[in-house]
């Protein structure tokens, strides 16, 4: 069983639109993230949920907005796609600090 | 960067061979962990240091801390085309609640 799981894998939209990630994780975690990867590969931290609870939100733009229906799942919606969110989002979990990562969705906005 | 630094950003050795990446980060911590990413998938979590602990070992990696420049190595003996990725730092503070990755260095091991 995969231990961190995101859905899609690949995501092509146009700019506008609006859509959504999703992540699933089976290894018990209390907190979960999201996590950007540009095309340079510098990874950043996006949001962190503890519980349910949004614990960080890095000046990330209000387009974006995670939502944690239990402490397994943490979802990313995206509104008003632009170009620039043009990236790899992963999700990852923990409970020690060490990470378990999922395998990442790549989005492509035309 | 804003994240941290590693040097070099990219490292290209022949098999046998070892490598060595080095990262800064930029507060306080407690725990350093190093990750590695094969192309198109997610990180892997490979070993993890404590503020407290300089010196660590993982059959072949070893890792050193150094608090007081804010500074950690990462080294790789007798390197295999297999350990061809990318490799980042994570700085990671308990009270922030979040790790914070370097800009990663990649790796190419040449059979």
């Known amino acids: 069983d995969t231990a961190v799981s995101q859905t899609p894998k690949y995501l092509v939209t146009q700019m506008g639109n609006d859509k959504s990630i999703k992540c699933e994780q089976n290894l018990g975690h209390d907190t979960m993230y999201w996590y950007k990867q540009d095309s340079k590969k510098f990874l950043k931290i996006m949001f962190s949920y503890n519980n349910k609870e949004l614990i960080i939100n890095e000046t990330v733009p209000n387009r974006f907005s995670p939502k944690s229906p239990d402490k397994a799942h943490l979802n990313l919606h995206i509104n008003s796609l632009e170009l620039g969110d043009s990236a790899v989002y992963f999700c990852a979990s923990t409970s020690t600090g060490e990470l378990f990562f999922g395998e990442g969705s790549r989005l492509t906005v035309l | 960067s804003q994240q941290g630094e590693e040097d070099p950003q990219a490292l290209s050795i022949q098999e046998g061979e070892n490598a060595t990446m080095n990262c800064s980060y930029k507060t306080s911590i407690n725990n350093l962990q190093w990750y590695r990413q094969n192309s198109g998938r997610g990180l892997v979590h490979l070993i993890l240091?404590?503020?407290?602990?300089r010196e660590k070992h993982s059959g072949r990696l070893r890792v050193t801390l150094d608090t007081s420049k804010k500074s950690s190595s990462l080294l790789i003996t007798a390197s295999r085309a297999a350990d061809t990725a990318s490799y980042f730092c994570?700085?990671?503070?308990?009270?922030?609640?979040?790790?914070?990755f370097g800009d990663g260095t990649t790796l190419t091991v040449k059979p």
């Open positions: 994570s700085s990671h503070n308990t009270n922030a609640g979040k790790s914070t």
């Open positions: 240091i404590r503020s407290n602990e």
